[in-house]
T-cell receptor, first 115, second 109 residues
Framework: DSGVTQTPKHLITATGQRVTLRCSPR?????VYWYQQSLDQGLQFLIQYYNGEERAKGNILERFSAQQFPDLHSELNLSSLELGDSALYFC??????????????FGPGTRLTVL | KNEVEQSPQNLTAQEGEFITINCSYSVGISALHWLQQHPGGGIVSLFMLSSGKKKHGRLIATINIQEKHSSLHITASHPRDSAVYIC???????????FGQGTRLTINP
C-alpha cells in the first residue's frame, strides 16, 4: 500500500458526459501528479500540482482539467468524454520539498470506461 | 522515436532463471524509476536511481549515465515476478516522468 488513495476504482459512463476522479496523496506529500494509461499510448504524464498550484503540464487535453485543494487532495475533471478517453488514470504523490527530484508513489488507479 | 526505449517488449522464462530488462534513454536525466505493474493494474515503485547500483531482495537495478542505459535484473525468478516492468526517466530540470513502453515478463513454474 503506497498510501496514495484514488476513488472511484471503476467508472463507466457514456460519451459526452463529465466525470471527476479524486486522489488523496500520502500524508506529508505536497505534489500530486496525474497520468493516463491507455492501450495504444502507454503511460503518459498529464499534469502536476504542488501545494495547490499547477507546476508542470504534459499531454493533457483541453477537455481535461485538474486542481489541488488546500487539504492537498486533487481532482481530475474529464468532460465531453470520447471513446478514446477510456483508460486507467493514475495519480502519484511525492514530497517535492527540495529542488531535486523526489520519488513518486502511485495510487491504485481509476479505470474509466466510456461507452 | 520514444525518448525511453525498453527491451525486450516481452520475455518468457522458467522459474529460477536470471532475468535482465534493459532501458535506454536519449536525453539527460536526473534520475530513473523502475516500476512494476501487476495484472490488476496497480503500479509499484521498485527503484529510483541516479547513479551506480541498487539492490532490494532479488532485484538489482544499475544505471550508466554516460551510456544513457539502465538494467533491471531479477535473480532466482519466480512466477510471482510475472508483471509488466516499466522504466521511467526524469528529464533534467523537470519533475515529470517519461515512460518506456514496458516489458511484459512471464515466469513459468
Amino acid at each position: 500500500d503506497s498510501g496514495v488513495t484514488q476513488t472511484p476504482k471503476h467508472l463507466i459512463t457514456a460519451t459526452g458526459q463529465r466525470v471527476t476522479l479524486r486522489c488523496s496523496p500520502r500524508s506529508g506529500d505536497l505534489s500530486v501528479y496525474w497520468y493516463q494509461q491507455s492501450l495504444d499510448q502507454g503511460l503518459q504524464f498529464l499534469i502536476q500540482y504542488y501545494n495547490g498550484e499547477e507546476r508542470a503540464k504534459g499531454n493533457i487535453l483541453e477537455r481535461f482539467s485538474a486542481q489541488q485543494f488546500p487539504d492537498l487532495h486533487s481532482e481530475l475533471n474529464l468532460s465531453s468524454l470520447e471513446l478514446g478517453d477510456s483508460a486507467l488514470y493514475f495519480c502519484a504523490s511525492s514530497t517535492s520539498r527540495d529542488r531535486g527530484y523526489n520519488e513518486q508513489f502511485f495510487g491504485p488507479g481509476t479505470r474509466l470506461t466510456v461507452l | 522515436k520514444n525518448e525511453v526505449e525498453q527491451s525486450p517488449q516481452n520475455l518468457t522464462a522458467q522459474e529460477g532463471e536470471f532475468i535482465t530488462i534493459n532501458c535506454s534513454y536519449s536525453v539527460g536525466i536526473s534520475a530513473l524509476h523502475w516500476l512494476q505493474q501487476h495484472p490488476g493494474g496497480g503500479i509499484v515503485s521498485l527503484f529510483m536511481l541516479s547513479s551506480g547500483k541498487k539492490k532490494h531482495g532479488r532485484l538489482i537495478a544499475t544505471i550508466n549515465i554516460q551510456e544513457k542505459h539502465s538494467s533491471l535484473h531479477i535473480t532466482a525468478s519466480h512466477p510471482r515476478d510475472s508483471a509488466v516492468y516499466i522504466c521511467a526517466s526524469i528529464i533534467q530540470g523537470a519533475q515529470k516522468l517519461v515512460f518506456g513502453q514496458g516489458t511484459r515478463l512471464t515466469i513459468n513454474p
